[in-house]
Nanobody, 127 residues
Framework: QVRLAESGGGVVQAGGSLRLSCAASARTYGNYALGWFRQAIGKEREFVAGISWNGGATLYADSVRGRFTVSRDNAMNTMYLEMNSLKAEDTAVYYC????????????????????WGQGTQVTVSS
């Protein structure tokens, strides 16, 4: 069974950058779309970005498009989220999850489509 683990979070000033990683415990993750989600205090978990199983398609929330970039390296069993021009409203716990569908050509943007959530990594942007 695939297990995911996020890392790379921290405290950064507004306008700064961070790079998050999502490491999978098994090579089978290479056959599934992956997604980044975030949850701020008092709010529901929301979609941030997704990438198809082979990296051929990516999807972004409107709030991060142009600032965040999702990528994956299947040889390293790892997905990344490059976050630039960070804003205070990006403060949240960031999670990665794996799609249920084998080799889905389009990453879903809805939370129930994902499973195998990691423990999350905190991102705090100070203004």
């Amino acid at each position: 069974q695939v297990r995911l683990a996020e890392s790379g979070g921290g405290v950064v000033q507004a306008g700064g950058s961070l790079r998050l990683s999502c490491a999978a415990s098994a090579r089978t993750y290479g056959n599934y779309a992956l997604g980044w989600f975030r949850q701020a205090i008092g709010k529901e978990r929301e979609f941030v970005a997704g990438i198809s199983w082979n990296g051929g398609a990516t999807l972004y929330a409107d709030s991060v498009r142009g600032r965040f970039t999702v990528s994956r390296d299947n040889a390293m069993n790892t997905m990344y989220l490059e976050m630039n021009s960070l804003k205070a409203e990006d403060t949240a716990v960031y999670y990665c999850g794996a799609d249920y569908v084998y080799r889905n050509p389009t990453p879903p943007r809805w939370t129930p489509a994902y499973d195998h959530w990691g423990q999350g990594t905190q991102v705090t942007v100070s203004s």
